[in-house]
């Protein structure tokens, strides 16, 4: 059983920068590939971005992409999201996420964190 536990988040003006952290425990962090979703209120949860176990490639949505950084830290068992240039849009409820395969989509991840607030002000 893994356990995400997120910290970071919180409020940020148009253009600003935060940074998401996600702890794992519980499993061996470099067989799982990490990704991050996100949903705003009234909508689905969206992919972000994911970085693979075993190459370390990462992913990225179109509407992040160029703005969001995704990396791992296998020694500190530790994915980060970093976002710059946030906008109004990237209000959303910021969810990690573990899975022994690659994916894009929730029904991929099999482990999920507590889900942090970003809130973006124009």
């Known amino acids: 059983q893994v356990t995400l536990v997120q910290s970071g988040g919180g409020l940020a003006q148009a253009g600003d920068s935060l940074r998401l952290s996600c702890v794992a425990s519980?499993?061996?962090?470099?067989?799982?590939?990490m990704g991050w979703f996100r949903q705003a209120p009234g909508k689905e949860r969206d992919f972000v971005a994911a970085?693979?176990?075993?190459?370390?490639?990462?992913y990225y949505s179109d509407p992040v992409k160029g703005r969001f950084t995704i990396s791992r830290d296998n020694a500190k068992n530790t994915v980060s999201l970093q976002m710059n240039s946030l906008k109004p849009e990237d209000t959303a409820v910021y969810y990690c996420?573990?899975?022994?395969?690659?994916?894009?989509?929730?029904?991929?991840?099999?482990?999920w964190g507590q889900g942090t607030q970003v809130t973006v002000s124009s």
């Open positions: 519980g499993g061996i962090f470099s067989d799982h590939s």
């Open positions: 970085t693979s176990w075993s190459l370390g490639r990462t």
């Open positions: 996420a573990a899975t022994y395969n690659v994916g894009l989509i929730t029904e991929d991840y099999d482990y």
